[in-house]
């Protein structure tokens, strides 16, 4: 079932001047049998913009979380590389798997790689963790891409529960412009607005942001 959706965009100040890579962006979609969905986003102003890469390193790691647990789907994994779409007419709830990408959501035309990341935990509902790792693309894979919608997907997330809180903080490498690189660090996402003293600290802008589909 289809749901009107409110996200609440919350990201840290780019530690680089940029003009072109505006935020994070979530939507939520009631997935049926107490499954609600996140669908996560970086925003873009040009379609010609590029996410490349999602990354945790020693200066800023990653974390993904959820409250009550990340829904896997046997046939599923932990990169949209690995969702069949012949697959979902026969098993349906294989479209609400949880998985990162980046802008693909099958492995059709997917060209999307991962290195450092121990995908254990995550595929038995736990958090995506690293301070080593990444899943990226090229500049020359078209799904990195911001295009018409000047959105690039991140990752799909599905939980148990609508309150079933989903946040993290994820650091980003993509092109803009005129091929510039640009990094952005401690991309924090979530329901939950941080601690006065978190903002403070991270120079976290939030604000509400409202789609229909």
């Known amino acids: 079932m289809k749901a009107l959706t409110q996200s609440l965009i919350l990201a840290a100040l780019p530690t680089v001047a940029?003009?072109?890579?505006?935020?994070?962006?979530?939507?939520?979609?009631?997935?049926?049998?107490?499954?609600?969905?996140?669908?996560?986003?970086?925003e873009f102003t040009e379609s010609t913009d590029q996410l490349?890469?999602?990354?945790?390193?020693?200066?800023?790691?990653?974390?993904?979380?959820?409250?009550?647990?990340?829904?896997?789907?046997?046939?599923?994994?932990?990169?949209?590389?690995?969702?069949?779409?012949?697959?979902i007419p026969l098993?349906?709830?294989?479209?609400?798997?949880?998985?990162?990408?980046?802008?693909s959501e099958n492995?059709?035309?997917?060209?999307?790689?991962?290195?450092g990341l121990d995908?254990?935990?995550?595929?038995?509902?736990?958090n995506i963790e690293t301070d080593n790792g990444s899943w990226f693309t090229t500049t020359l894979d078209m799904q990195s891409m911001a295009g018409d919608d000047l959105r690039v997907l991140i990752g799909q997330f599905t939980t148990y529960g609508m309150d079933s809180q989903?946040?993290?903080?994820?650091?980003?490498?993509?092109?803009?412009?005129n091929f510039e690189t640009f990094v952005a660090r401690d991309?924090?996402?979530?329901?939950?607005?941080?601690?006065?003293?978190?903002?403070?600290?991270?120079?976290?802008a939030c604000f509400f942001y409202e789609r229909r589909r």
């Open 91 to 103: 098993f349906p709830s294989l479209e609400y798997d949880s998985w990162v990408t980046i802008g």
């Open 119 to 126: 995908w254990t935990e995550f595929e038995n509902g736990g």
């Open 18 to 42: 940029m003009s072109d890579y505006i935020g994070l962006i979530f939507e939520y979609e009631n997935a049926g049998d107490e499954l609600w969905t996140m669908r996560l986003y970086a």
């Open 52 to 87: 490349n890469a999602v990354f945790g390193d020693a200066n800023s790691n990653l974390y993904i979380s959820s409250e009550n647990g990340f829904y896997q789907h046997f046939l599923g994994g932990p990169t949209s590389i690995n969702i069949n779409p012949a697959l």
């Open 187 to 204: 991309q924090y996402f979530g329901w939950l607005v941080p601690a006065p003293a978190t903002i403070g600290l991270l120079g976290i």
């Open 166 to 177: 989903i946040y993290g903080i994820i650091n980003l490498q993509g092109t803009q412009g």
């Open 107 to 115: 492995q059709v035309a997917n060209a999307m790689l991962d290195v």
